[in-house]
Each structure stands twice: as C-alpha cells, then as structure tokens.
C-alpha cells in the first residue's frame, strides 16, 4: 500500500516561535494533501486541502497565516505554525491522495507541545 | 449540513461480538469508510463500502444501507488490541472525507 511519512514524529517548542512539519509520500504522487488537527478525545478536524502547486484551501476558523501551507511538489507538503501559543498543542496528521485512486492515505502523525 | 453520528462509546467483552453503528446525512455520497485509531496514532484503514451490503474482511465485516444513510462495523472473536477508537467517514460529492467523531471501544477481559 501507499506510505505516507511525517517528520517529526514529535516537537516540542516555545511559545512564539514557529516549527515546520513535513509530510511525504514516499510511493506515488500526491496531487491533493490533507491536514488535519486531533485534540485530545475528539475526532480529526480537517484544517485544510492543498494541490500541487497551488494555494491551499482553508477549512473555515483556520488562520490561513497562522498554519502556512506548501504543497510545491508532488510528494512533499508542508505545515509551518507561526507564533506557536499552548493552545496550539495538537496532534497534526497528513493524509494524501493521488492519481486517479481516490483513497487517502495518512501518515503517522506529529505530535506538537507548545510550552 | 453535513452530519455523521456515531456513539460516543462502547464497552464489550474480549471474545464477543460488538456492533458499532453510524448514520450519515451528506452532500453526494462517493463511499464510506471505517478507520481504526489507537490512542496517540494516526488513523489506519479498515473498509470501505460503496455499494449496498456486507463486505468481510477477517474478524472485521462492514455493512451499508445507502436509502437508509446506515452503516455498521461489526467486530468478531474481540482481542483486547481492539480497544480504540473507530471512525466512520463518508465521501461526500466533492470527493471530500465527512468524519464522524468516533466510537470509543473499550474490552473488558
């Protein structure tokens, strides 16, 4: 099956700085990329949907330049927070898609603390 | 709106059978799936039902009704690293995934 790989696995960062997440397929060409933010005890919130080479599409209450998105190529995404907060302190998983399968395929996951 | 319901949580006993049900309201339908997540991991792919019925897969089968919005994830000969959150998400006409926000699964020895 598609693999999709996350780095890091895990960060933790002080309040007012910014950490970039990537998120990879490592097997195929993902057109479209999915990131999604998981609280504790609740179910994914998806945050936004980007296409190679394009700009990003975010989901409603999502601060566009807050979670910066970049999706320039076909396997490489990635999600930078700005300005971290405590409140920012998630889990952050990718997913992709490509081709003309329309499954998605997530990757394991970052876990941020803000501190 | 778009609206998916699933219990909240489900307690069952290691070697039984549970059934955890979801109902869904979308725009379009184009699938739906049922994801298993363990605490502190990303979600892994379990089915996916496109047409009416069942489809088996081991001890885990999953059934949809598409004029009744319904589907089931039923799971067999329960172990207790079946404990975890199962998710129930549709694909709605934009091909966009609709989640659901989990059922807890809690096995009892």
């Known amino acids: 099956g598609a693999v999709v790989s996350q780095h890091p696995s895990w960060v933790i960062c002080k309040s007012g700085t910014s950490v970039k997440i990537e998120c990879r397929s490592l097997d195929f060409q993902a057109t479209t990329m999915f990131w999604y933010r998981q609280f504790p005890k609740q179910s994914l919130m998806l945050m936004a949907t980007s296409n190679e080479g394009s700009k990003a599409t975010y989901e409603q209450g999502v601060e566009k330049d807050k979670f910066l998105i970049n999706h320039a190529s076909l396997t490489l995404s990635t999600l930078t927070v700005t300005s971290a907060h405590p409140e920012d302190s998630s889990f952050y998983i990718c997913s992709a898609r490509g081709g003309l399968d329309y499954e998605q395929y997530f990757g394991p996951g970052t876990r941020l603390t803000v501190t | 709106g778009q609206n998916i319901d699933q219990p909240t949580e489900m307690t069952a006993t290691e070697g039984a059978i549970v059934q955890i049900n979801c109902t869904y309201q979308?725009?379009?339908?184009?699938?739906l799936f049922w994801y298993q997540q363990h605490a502190g991991e990303a979600p892994t792919f379990l089915s996916y039902n496109v047409l009416d019925g069942l489809e088996e897969k081991g001890r885990f089968s999953s059934f949809l009704s598409r004029s009744k919005g319904y589907s089931y994830l039923l799971l067999k000969e329960l172990q207790m690293k079946d404990s975890a959150s199962y998710l129930c998400a549709v694909r709605d006409s934009n091909y966009q995934l609709i989640w659901g926000a989990g059922t807890k699964l809690i096995i009892k020895p």
């Open positions: 979308t725009s379009g339908f184009n699938g």
